[in-house]
């Protein structure tokens, strides 16, 4: 059971209210991820800018690297907020259950997108030279690949701080793997 309470606006610096009005508008609520960021003064205008920062990525790439980053270091938040963005970003619910396990059989180019992210993720950053190999042969670029890794951090930071807080899920629950406790 989560020690942290998901703090609303009124618990907040006016600078996080005012972020939380624009989730508002522009998602109808504010997630209590989000919302737990801004126990800090700052990390929740922080990680949004980074999160939101300019990148060589499509959104439905992004999601391929979510997904896997999310599932390597089992985050129940990210996995459903990752499973309905990834829906509404065009994939079928077994492309996704696919991509949160490191692969795309669907795409060659996306599954090695989502074997480098799952790679990067496990090995703390020390991709395997066949996996990088394999991402640039594939067609992806070098500012693809510092972009990727990029948001393997972005992803992490989310992960880590739901894993602490345990703050309650409020997406629909992303279905379990094949052989994962339900």
Partial sequence: MSTFNVPNRSEVNETNQQIF???????????????TYALSNNALKNYLDFAN??????????????LAVSQVNECNYCLAAHTAIGKMNGFEEEQILELRSGSASFDSKLDALAKLAKNVAENRGKATSEVVE???????????????????GDKTISNYIHNTTDVPVDFPAAPALSGEPA
Avoid at 21 to 35: I, R
Avoid at 134 to 152: H, P, R, Y
């Fill in 21 to 35: 009005d624009n989730l508002e508008k522009a998602l109808g609520f504010v997630p209590n991820l989000y919302a």
């Fill in 53 to 66: 920062a300019p990148t060589s990525l499509k959104a439905k790439e992004k999601e391929v690297v979510n």
């Fill in 134 to 152: 394999n991402f640039f042969a594939a067609g992806w670029t070098k500012e693809n690949l510092i972009d990727t890794i990029v948001l393997v």
